[in-house]
């Protein structure tokens, strides 16, 4: 099984929690992570020393390779200038060169997509026919078995609460391109509440004998949760299978300064039979 530690919305700046990053750095190398991935607001302004923290608290996290994306927050807001120039100058610079980016580990493809929209949108995202069109050459040629995962900040499908939070404009074209695509899973952030489900329950599309897994990461260390992570912090832990996809999704707790699984799901992978037994997380 292929392990995946995903977090999100750090927001290194005045909303980052110290004590809460602390407990999620002595827990993850306990979860044995092959891949991290990080889907987007690694900071609160896009400043400079945020993203220098940013840098420092990935480099203390298990040296397996990552998944990182930005977010509308690692993009200037009020120095305009810049965003309008180089919004994600500082984003390149401390965390990663590219922005639409392919990864290959054994067992999957990750496609990592910028969703940011700095000269069209302040805080919802875009996704571009010619991102749809990047996926489509990234998982050419994947192996059989490899999971087809894609990674971006802004939500296709909503959360399902009474919050309304809109989806990204043309999201229906890129979640039907991603069912074409063969994509398994889709992760997320930016909602700072988790949602954990599968497409269909939002979003039927035109296969409906195979949705795609959803999996929103609520804020990992900032005090800005939303919804039912009000003042809360939480990620995911998902091991891909062959045949199943395991997700547990963490919550922190102050009784006992650290993170405990609040809920557990499991899907077969999109179009397969179901015949693995699923292994216990931890
Ligand atoms: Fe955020």
Known sequence: MLRLLHISDLHFGPPYLDRVGEALLRLAPELRPDVVVVSGDLTQRA???QFEAARSFLDRLPPVPRVVVPGNHDVPLYR???RVMNPLGLYRE???HEINAIARVDGAVFVALD????????SNGRIFRSQLEFCARAFEGAPPDAARIVVAHHHFAPAPDFERNQVMPKAKRAMNAFVELG?????GGHLHRAYIGNSLD??????RDRGIIIVQCGTTTSRRGRAREREKNSFNMIMVGNQVVHISHYMYFEEGDGFQPVSRH?????????????EEPR
Do not use: K
Not at 115 to 122: E, H, K, V, W
Not at 183 to 187: E, F, G, P, R, S
Not at 266 to 278: A, H, I, K
């Open 266 to 278: 499991f899907f077969p992978r999109p179009g397969r039979l179901c015949l693995e037994q699923p």
């Open 47 to 49: 400043r400079r020393e």
């Open 115 to 122: 969703s940011t929209c700095p000269r069209q949108a302040i």
């Open 202 to 207: 939002i979003y039927p599309g035109n296969h």
């Open 80 to 82: 305009v200038a810049e």
């Open 94 to 96: 401390y965390i990663s």
């Open 183 to 187: 994509v398994d899973m889709i992760l």
